[in-house]
């Protein structure tokens, strides 16, 4: 079954860096783009960026622009997302789960991994 597994949980600075990851299996990485999502508590899950399946198109939303930065590896089965200049609104659990700027493929999400950015 597909298992999406996210991790580099931190409590950092504001204007710090953190570098997550997504390690997936139960399905064939390469074939499909991939996404980070995060969530705060009483508001929606919100995509943040997406990468195409060979990494060569991404996409991020403007609140994160020249601030993050989405990669993967396919011989790996990993998806990273790095995360410099944090800022305190970027605090939310972040989640990762295959497709393209969409609500996610599949259904099954994983555990999630707690970014906290305060002082």
């Known amino acids: 079954q597909v298992q999406l597994v996210e991790s580099g949980e931190g409590l950092v600075q504001p204007g710090g860096s953190l570098r997550l990851s997504c390690t997936a299996s139960?399905?064939?990485?390469?074939?499909?783009?991939m996404s980070w999502y995060r969530q705060v508590p009483g508001k929606e899950r919100e995509l943040v960026a997406s990468?195409?399946?060979?990494?060569?198109?991404?996409y991020y939303i403007d609140s994160v622009k020249g601030r993050f930065t989405i990669s993967r590896d396919n011989a790996k089965n990993t998806v990273y997302l790095q995360m410099n200049s944090l800022k305190r609104e970027d605090t939310a659990v972040y989640y990762c789960?295959?497709?393209?700027?969409?609500?996610?493929?599949?259904?099954?999400w994983g555990q999630g991994t707690q970014v906290t950015v305060s002082s």
């Open positions: 789960n295959a497709g393209f700027r969409g609500a996610g493929v599949f259904h099954d």
């Open positions: 139960g399905f064939t990485f390469s074939s499909y783009s």
């Open positions: 990468i195409s399946r060979t990494g060569i198109t991404t």
